[in-house]
Each structure stands twice: as structure tokens, then as C-alpha cells.
């Protein structure tokens, strides 16, 4: 692949633009400076290059972990609180699209005031094998509640609560007290504001929520809030396949 169609891919701007930083020399492949915007490169993952200093690696497809922090909306375009996609690259938030939005996408949403482990991808295809209610992909949840936890409140959410919207019940997958006010709780489903709503309804009240992992990925340790990663082949692998 020309070198100026691989820096288009990766969301580095046009064609022409890319022609150019290519050409006014500010793009290096594999460590070794390139100027000539037609050379050609084979476009396999994991090719390292730098456009103005900024090192990168070509991925065909984007599949990346983000600790969304409290206080940002999932959003391209928040109402009230920083969009999410302000924390990662202009690249990423540039990578042409085959639809009509550009960039990479969350999968699902968080609220502003919930943190944790977000999955951002440009992935259509896997979006919705993630997002779909049918593949009931496990999310789980640290709790923090406003009143004492006790065994009663967790027998309720294993067995189902009813939400105002909808006569069937809601289960937890699994349910645990972890702390005086404190639940791990694991949801397949995702309704709106689903968490808040199911402690609400067996007499308690969220003050803070964590999503800790999505299926078998958990956050890591040492992404702190705000900040993001790839994700390995095998932890896109584990995540498609549900193991």
C-alpha cells in the first residue's frame, strides 16, 4: 500500500494532506525517514511509523480500551460535560469509515458521573456483536451505595427487580456484597441507567459506579482515568468469541 493511502487509513488526514507530511519530510516507517509519499509498504498490524514525532502503529482496524473518567459524556456532541473522544488521538477520532460517522465509537455508553472501562472501536461488525442484546455480553460493576448493603438487597437483585418501564423483571447475573456499602454486581442486559435503577428499586442508592470489566477483559490497573490503549489481538479474539 502507498505510503500516503496507509497515513489516510490511520485517520492522519487526506490524501493530499498526507501526500504532504509525507513530502515536507515529518513521517519516518519502522525508524527510517521516508519522503516519497508513493513508496510502497505492506499493511500488516503492527507496522511502526511516526507522523510529526508522534509515534503509531498501523492497525487495519481500531480496537482500544478507554478508563473513561467521571464527569465526560459518551458523546460526539455533549450537552454538558467534556465528550470522551477529546481524550484520544485527532487520528482516531479521524479514521475514515465506510459509514457516515468517522473515527472510532464507543460501544455502549457510560454516564457522566460513571467511570471505568469503556471499548471504543470502528468496527461495525463488532460493535454490534458487543452491543447486542442477545449475545448477553457480562459488564460488572463496582457499587458504592449511599446506605448499608445487607443480604436481603442482594437476594432481591439476584432473584429480579422490576423497573417502571417494563413489567418483566431484571436479574443480576451475579450479585455480591463487597463492603458495608459496597456490591459487585454483573449485568447481560443494558437498559437505561440499568444499575441505578435496580439498587433504587430494593430501598438503596448508587453515590458511585465503576465499570470494572466487559465478557473477559478487565481494566487494567495501570490505565488511569483518562487514558487508553490498544487492545491485544487475543483480548479482541476472547472478546468475540465470548470466552
Not at 110 to 131: E, N
Not at 197 to 224: C, F, K, P
Request: charged share 20%; with cysteine; proline share 6%.
Amino acid at each position: 500500500m502507498q505510503l500516503q493511502e496507509i497515513l489516510f487509513t490511520q485517520g492522519f488526514g487526506t490524501r493530499r494532506v498526507c501526500a504532504g507530511l509525507v513530502q515536507q519530510g515529518h513521517v519516518t516507517v519502522e525508524g527510517q525517514p521516508v519522503d516519497d509519499a508513493f513508496a510502497e509498504f505492506d499493511a500488516v498490524d503492527g507496522l511502526r511509523f511516526t507522523v510529526q514525532g508522534t509515534p503509531w502503529i498501523y492497525q487495519a482496524k481500531a480496537y482500544l480500551m478507554l478508563h473513561k473518567p467521571a464527569g465526560t459524556e459518551c458523546s460526539q456532541k455533549p450537552s454538558t460535560y467534556p465528550s470522551i473522544y477529546t481524550l484520544l488521538p485527532s487520528a482516531l477520532r479521524l479514521r475514515p469509515n465506510k459509514g457516515a460517522v468517522q473515527g472510532v465509537q464507543a460501544i455502549g455508553r457510560l454516564d457522566q458521573d460513571t467511570t471505568g472501562l469503556l471499548l471504543l472501536t470502528d468496527d461495525g461488525q463488532f460493535i454490534h456483536r458487543m452491543g447486542s442484546p442477545r449475545h448477553h455480553v457480562p459488564k460488572v460493576y463496582e457499587v458504592t451505595a449511599k446506605h448499608p448493603v445487607d443480604d436481603a438487597q442482594v437476594q432481591k437483585l439476584l432473584a429480579g427487580v422490576v423497573l417502571d418501564d417494563d413489567p418483566k423483571p431484571v436479574r443480576a447475573a451475579a450479585c455480591e456484597a463487597t463492603g458495608t456499602h459496597q456490591l459487585q454486581l454483573t449485568l447481560t442486559e443494558g437498559k437505561y441507567h440499568q444499575v441505578k435503577r435496580m439498587v433504587a428499586a430494593v430501598g438503596n442508592r448508587v453515590e458511585a459506579l465503576h465499570r470494572s470489566q466487559i465478557g473477559a477483559l478487565t481494566l487494567s490497573d495501570d490505565l488511569a482515568p483518562g487514558q487508553w490503549r490498544w487492545l491485544a489481538p487475543a483480548e479482541v479474539e476472547a472478546l468475540r468469541s465470548g470466552k
